[in-house]
């Protein structure tokens, strides 16, 4: 289990896919960058723009961000896409999405590169699972407001009926209590 949360560390959110970087998965792996990378690009065919992309300079500072204030990775990309902490990289990492990482089973033959591959695949299908339950939550949540918008309605409803009783209460006392006029015996 630390494992899948240690994966699931290294899980971001880009160009609205969750994705891993490439150096991420190299240490995971076991390898350096350079060799994924390479065996990459031998197999180009099976990574198509919707499995792995090249990260923007603006993707990479806005990546600082999320990294920076996550308490678990202390990394720090430098100006120009170089990176303390990965080896200083002199290129844009390039994003893996789940299918690019799925793809990456077929590239990499180590023993490691397939238990971890089975460790990260569990990381995606977890996080998949906490943004269900999320969305759940929110769904019920947007329910519940929904019923208790009604109870205002019909507490609001109560309160003017309840005032109405109490103004025409008043009004009898009003009429009983007031000064005869007239006979009186």
Request: aromatic share 8%; glycine share 4%; charged share 30%.
């Amino acid at each position: 289990m630390e494992i899948i949360r240690s994966i699931q560390n290294r899980i971001y959110e880009i160009r609205g896919e969750r994705v891993m970087l490439d150096r991420d998965l190299a240490a995971l792996y076991e390898i350096d960058t350079k060799s994924l990378n390479l065996s990459v690009k031998r197999n180009i065919k099976r990574f198509p723009s919707d499995f792995m992309f090249q990260l923007t300079k603006e993707e990479i500072d806005n990546l600082r961000f999320q990294i920076e204030t996550s308490s678990l990775n202390n990394r720090v990309i430098l100006e120009g896409g170089a990176s303390k902490g990965w080896g200083g990289a002199r290129y844009l990492p390039y994003a893996f999405t789940e299918q690019g990482v799925a793809m990456l089973s077929g590239v990499l033959h180590s023993d490691k590169a397939i238990s971890m591959n089975i460790a990260i695949m569990r990381a995606f299908v977890e996080i998949r699972h906490i943004i269900f339950k999320q969305n759940d939550l929110k769904e019920q949540l947007r329910e519940i407001k929904e019923r208790l918008s009604e109870h205002d309605v019909q507490l609001n409803h109560i309160y003017d009926a309840m005032e109405n009783l109490l103004d025409e209460k008043a009004a009898e006392r009003k009429w009983e209590q007031r000064e005869r006029i007239g006979f009186r015996k």
